[in-house]
């Protein structure tokens, strides 16, 4: 691991605090990267080392929101399961492969791809607005979407959580309140799954990544709570700001 500068306790609070809000914005609509990865880089810590110290601290804020929507039986984990293993399977898969290919060629497509969400949030207004026709099977579901993308979320990540509310949307016919709850249990198996592999990595500094994923945790608590009391509503407006302000981080930073 490079060397790292000492933290203080100013810092480690003010990451805390940014992980909450994160961890808040996550639960509704993903996107909360956009304000843990610079504060990890202005804390000081290596590219390699922000990258991994924040998988672990976004990792306990899905966690934390699948544990909120299970157990409000927004999500039954029991008939969901293909889905959660085969995005297990794919974030698993996505670390190992980054740990031999670089994903910057990804980096011209996927803020295009966040900008036509952040359209679609716009013009189709009804979309996710209640529960439409199922267009594919569970298993179909499994294996075209759960699985790629959780190996992106393993070889990339901007924008998973967008990426499978989406998809829940689009072909299982949810709604975006119900789809959102799925998009948290498929991000946390993905999560996990790439998460392992950088710990054998050695690349986390966990007292930071520890603190900011307690940040995280009741961050997303808030906002799995907010899913649901602000509706379908609340979900469009957080996706098209965050799926815009990714797009155009992508864009003008990579």
Not at 10 to 21: C, I, K, M
Not at 53 to 71: E, V
Not at 176 to 185: D, G, I, M, Q
């Amino acid at each position: 691991m490079p060397p790292i500068p000492e933290l203080t306790l100013a810092t480690l609070a003010l990451l805390f605090a940014v992980a909450v809000l994160a961890g808040c914005i996550d639960a509704i609509a993903g996107g909360g990267g956009l304000l843990t990865i610079p504060a990890l880089l202005s804390a000081g810590l290596p590219l390699p080392v922000a990258f991994a110290t924040n998988k672990l601290q976004g990792t306990a804020g899905s966690l934390s929101s699948s544990i909120h929507f299970i157990r409000t039986r927004a999500v039954n984990p029991a008939t969901f399961y293909p889905a959660v293993l085969l995005a297990l399977l794919g974030g698993a898969l996505g670390a190992r492969l980054l740990l031999n290919i670089k994903p910057d060629f990804l980096k011209p497509i996927i803020p295009w791809l966040l900008i036509a969400i952040a359209l679609y949030m716009l013009l189709a207004k009804k979309a996710g607005q209640v529960q439409q026709r199922q267009r594919l099977s569970l298993r179909a579901f499994s294996l075209l979407c759960a699985l790629p993308i959780g190996f992106y979320d393993g070889f990339f990540g901007p924008g998973t959580g967008t990426f499978l509310a989406i998809a829940c949307v689009a072909t299982l016919g949810h709604s975006l309140t119900t789809a959102t709850a799925h998009s948290k249990l498929l991000n946390f198996a993905s999560n996990i799954a790439s998460l392992a592999v950088f710990i054998t990595l050695g690349q986390i500094l966990w007292i930071p990544g520890l603190i900011m994923a307690a940040g995280q945790f009741l961050g997303a608590q808030v906002g799995a709570r907010l899913v649901f009391k602000g509706g379908p509503h609340l979900i469009r407006i957080v996706l098209f700001i965050m799926s815009t302000a990714l797009a155009l981080k992508l864009m003008i930073w990579g």
